[in-house]
């Protein structure tokens, strides 16, 4: 298995332009979630999903789209880049229950300028 | 507001000492514990987690978690340190029953094992 996997690696954004983040997993887990790790913030919670077609908001949605179509892919959106969404980002996943071990992908690095 | 706090930014430790790294939670209720451990340029690792029962948790690489309801603290030891510790260490919770999936995390402590 591959695990949870993220692309890009690296991006570099300017101010106002939309772009997509892709994570997928290959464990057939049910739940999936996103997270931004900033200096000094640990990890906070953007958007997360239990379930094909299934979405929630997490602690900082805002400036963020999520969906959730298939089991195994769950994107995140930027509509409209700001400097402030420079981060870098996991994307993780989960079996199926809360207590369960979370799974993370290697990580995104964006820079919005 | 619910949180988790890591009081250290940085903790120092010998190598062969033991080492702990301090984690207080301000949740409602009896959550699930977790430590989580990041190397460099990666995506964070489980280290262990705190379901129920024995409030003494044992995870990989040697490490081990203490629960302490009364004091609401999930701290991180390991015997004896190694350089290969060196990484950055962060606690999480969830609240249980709370149906949801909002994890929430600490800041996070860096661990600096010294030869």
């Known amino acids: 298995n591959a695990g949870v996997t993220q692309t890009p690696k690296f991006q570099v954004l300017k101010t106002g332009q939309s772009m997509t983040l892709q994570c997928a997993q290959d464990?057939?887990?049910?739940?999936m979630s996103w997270y931004r790790q900033d200096p000094g913030m640990g990890l906070r919670l953007i958007h997360y999903?239990?379930?094909?077609?299934?979405?929630d908001q997490g602690e900082v949605p805002n400036g963020y789209n999520v969906s959730r179509s298939t089991t195994e892919d769950f994107p995140l959106r930027l509509l409209s880049a700001a400097p402030s969404q420079t981060s870098v980002y996991f994307c993780a996943s989960t079996p199926g229950r809360v207590y369960e071990t979370q799974y993370f992908g290697p990580g995104t690095r964006l820079l919005v300028l | 507001a619910q949180s988790v706090a890591q009081p250290e930014d940085q903790v120092n430790v010998a190598e062969g000492n033991p080492l702990t790294v301090k984690c207080t939670y301000s949740?409602?209720?009896?959550?699930?514990l977790f430590w989580y451990v990041q190397y460099p340029n990666r995506g964070l690792q489980f280290l262990l987690k705190y379901i129920t029962g024995d409030n003494l948790v044992k995870g990989s690489y040697g490490f081990e978690a203490e629960f302490n309801k009364s004091q609401t603290s999930f701290h991180l030891k390991k015997p004896s340190a190694l350089v290969s510790d060196s990484a950055l260490y962060f606690c999480a919770v969830i609240p249980r029953g709370s149906g949801t999936y909002k994890y929430i995390f600490g800041t996070g402590t860096r661990l600096k094992v010294l030869a």
């Open positions: 999903s239990v379930g094909a077609g299934i979405t």
């Open positions: 949740v409602s209720g009896n959550p699930y």
């Open positions: 464990m057939n887990h049910e739940y």
